[in-house]
């Protein structure tokens, strides 16, 4: 049987208006009569006009196919049990349009306890949904962060005390979370630097702004660890409530750093005292260059010196082609050719050259021996192998050969 849905009448404008400001909806089902009565609400909850008619079965067809063998169930359940019942499901909209609705279901009685009034609200709760996932997603967002993050990530209050930590910092120091919390931050840096901790932790909550420094932190067994610290001021409706902290173990970083501080050290030391010239060029030009080099070369300095401007020309372009064959890692070593001083005077070299990367760019590195005196022992030895020592004139064994 076909049932006309008429418009409650309700309680005039007012009730409409209220019903409107809610976004919620009345309805009431009439036993005696077979008759139902939405509120203008209803209808607009449902997206639909008030000139149909349908089953009474049909009523659930409006409802998410996911949630409506469910609903169905719960209502007569209710019905059958003639008790009250809340509830909270997906409808569509004849436009495809998934809303979201809580309906609470009352009855009244006759007097021999029989239903002759079904009586219900619905309210749209759409969009306090969409805001509650999205405040769900949100939060689950910012969780991970903080939970999965590498660094120590934590909360304190405006007095410096802990609120919240992550897994992190407890690994860093060793200290259970229930341990850390409601503890001031003060007892796990080292005492040489409290002040200056302390003076940032101030700083970001008088300046409002985020402060950086390093630090030294105590862990539970006692070790010192040096620590950068990030303290974010938390800034809510205007009014500053606390101070999140990121902090880094960059122990074994200085470690590592004063390390390569020494190593560069004690090797810039032997480059710079070496007997042999070092040079490092990149696209032509020396980009540096041991005090032997330029020396060598009768320069103050050879930096900004284009590579071809030290190479003798008759040998320039041969150097020039065999060192650009080399690739990155490949060596030409005891390359022996001329090289041209400051004031052109003419000296013999020897060059260990080597293609490398740079600072992020392919460089040749070399390594430059001064055999000129060499050179001209070798060519005295040669010319004495074939004239006399005395004279001068050439001797037998030029004759022979």
């Known amino acids: 049987m076909e049932q006309n849905i008429t418009r409650g009448k309700g309680n005039g404008n007012s009730f409409d208006i209220v019903q409107k400001i809610d976004n919620l909806g009345y309805w009431e089902f009439d036993h005696a009569r077979n008759q139902a009565a939405w509120s203008n609400q209803m209808f607009r909850i449902y997206g639909l006009n008030s000139d149909f008619s349908m089953k009474q079965d049909d009523f659930f067809n409006l409802v998410h196919p996911e949630d409506r063998e469910r609903v169905k169930r719960q209502f007569y359940i209710a019905v059958e049990s003639k008790t009250e019942c809340a509830q909270e499901y997906r409808i569509i909209r004849p436009n495809g349009e998934v809303r979201y609705v809580v309906e609470h279901i009352t009855f009244k009685f006759d007097m021999g306890n029989e239903i002759t009034l079904t009586i219900g609200t619905i ?41 919240s930590c992550n897994s992190a910092l407890e690994q860093m120091f060793g200290y259970s979370r229930d341990e850390i919390i409601a503890g001031h931050f003060d007892h796990f840096v080292h005492a040489e630097c409290l002040g200056r901790t302390n003076h940032f932790f101030e700083e970001t909550v008088r300046t409002l702004t985020p402060q950086n420094f390093d630090t030294t932190g105590i862990t ?112 030409l070593p005891n390359f022996c050719h001329r090289a041209i001083k400051r004031d052109g005077t ?16 392919t460089a040749i590195i070399g390594i430059v021996l001064d055999i000129t005196e060499r050179s ?26």
């Open 220 to 331: 539970k067994n006692g070790q010192t660890i040096e620590v950068n610290v990030t303290n974010i001021p938390i800034i809510i409706n205007h009014e500053l409530i606390g101070v999140y902290g990121i902090a880094k173990d960059i122990t074994q970083k200085n470690r590592i750093e004063q390390s390569l501080r020494e190593a560069e050290l004690k090797y810039r030391s032997i480059i710079e005292q070496s007997i042999v010239g070092i040079f490092v060029a990149q696209k032509n030009s020396f980009v540096y260059t041991n005090e032997q080099l330029d020396k060598m070369l009768g320069y103050e300095s050879l930096i900004g010196i284009d590579v071809a401007d030290a190479l003798h020309i008759d040998e320039r372009e041969a150097v020039v082609s065999q060192v650009m064959l080399l690739t990155e890692g490949e060596s």
């Open 376 to 401: 001209k022992a070798q060519e005295l030895n040669q010319y004495l192998a074939y004239h006399d020592y005395l004279t001068e004139l050439p001797n037998r064994r030029l004759f022979e050969e």
């Open 123 to 163: 309210q749209d709760v759409t969009e306090n949904k969409n805001l509650q996932h999205r405040l769900t997603v949100e939060e689950q967002h910012y969780k991970s962060i903080f939970e999965n993050n590498p660094d120590a990530v934590f909360s304190l209050d405006v007095n410096g005390r802990f609120l």
């Open 346 to 361: 003419v000296i013999h070299c020897e060059v260990h050259y080597n293609r490398v990367s740079h600072l992020g760019e």
